[in-house]
């Protein structure tokens, strides 16, 4: 299949060059985030989508805006990219430098409706992405990391508990990059509003482990 997009001018993943930095305190302001430490009574669900691993949110009314944005965007999902070494992994990098373990969550604008009719829009998504670090052992994610084995294959998924997406990510959220790209898969639309957060989250070597241990599912991390 052709998917023009891909040979597009905003193509993401990108390195981040910090000496090519531009500090604009004056549009990137803190992002204001609503409902991110609620949870309702709805699960979320954990699916193995056949490119990777994907927690759906399920309708759960969380929201991100200001911060330069422009608009307000509900979170639909959020997934995780991995590598075998704390050397690799993510899909961004800042100066060359790659990390174990990146996540994404996925926003569409509010505006479109939907994450369908949003996606090929030049304003129509926003991800979040945090980079995670070997370090402490992480009780929040293990409450998702136990559940792989259950989705092994390819549309396989599985409900689990909702949990308060402010307890996956870092307490101190203002300093972030910013940039225009795209999705960083087929068909590549130049549509998404991209904030990589400085912060990093700590994950424990054991549980690293275990995500390499299901790389042996049917599924592609990329």
């Known amino acids: 299949m052709d998917y023009p997009h891909c040979g597009g001018v905003k193509q993401s993943p990108i390195d981040i060059r910090t000496g090519e930095v531009v500090v604009d305190p004056t549009h990137l302001a803190p992002i204001v985030f609503s409902g991110y430490d609620q949870v309702s009574n709805i699960q979320y669900t954990l699916e193995n989508n056949g490119h ?80 995670f670090e070997i370090g402490r052992f992480n009780v929040h994610f293990e409450q998702i990391i136990h559940h792989f084995k259950e989705i092994k294959y390819k549309n396989e998924n599985v409900p689990i508990h909702s949990i308060p997406l402010m307890e996956l990510i870092p307490a101190r959220l203002f300093n972030y990059f910013r940039y225009q790209g795209s999705l960083t898969t087929p068909p590549c639309y130049e549509s998404v509003t991209w904030t990589l957060f400085n912060e990093t989250i700590e994950i424990a070597e054991e549980q690293v482990c275990i995500l390499l241990k299901h790389r042996s599912m049917d599924v592609l991390i990329i």
């Open 52 to 131: 990777t691993v994907q927690v759906d949110l399920n309708d759960q009314k969380m929201l991100i805006s200001e911060g330069g944005l422009g608009s307000t965007f509900v979170a639909e999902q959020f997934h995780f990219h991995w590598g075998a070494a704390d050397t690799r992994g993510s899909e961004h990098s800042i100066n060359g430098r790659h990390y174990p373990m990146e996540m994404h969550i996925v926003h569409y604008n509010r505006r479109y409706g939907n994450l369908t009719t949003a996606m090929d829009k030049e304003d129509g998504l926003a991800v979040l992405g945090f980079f």
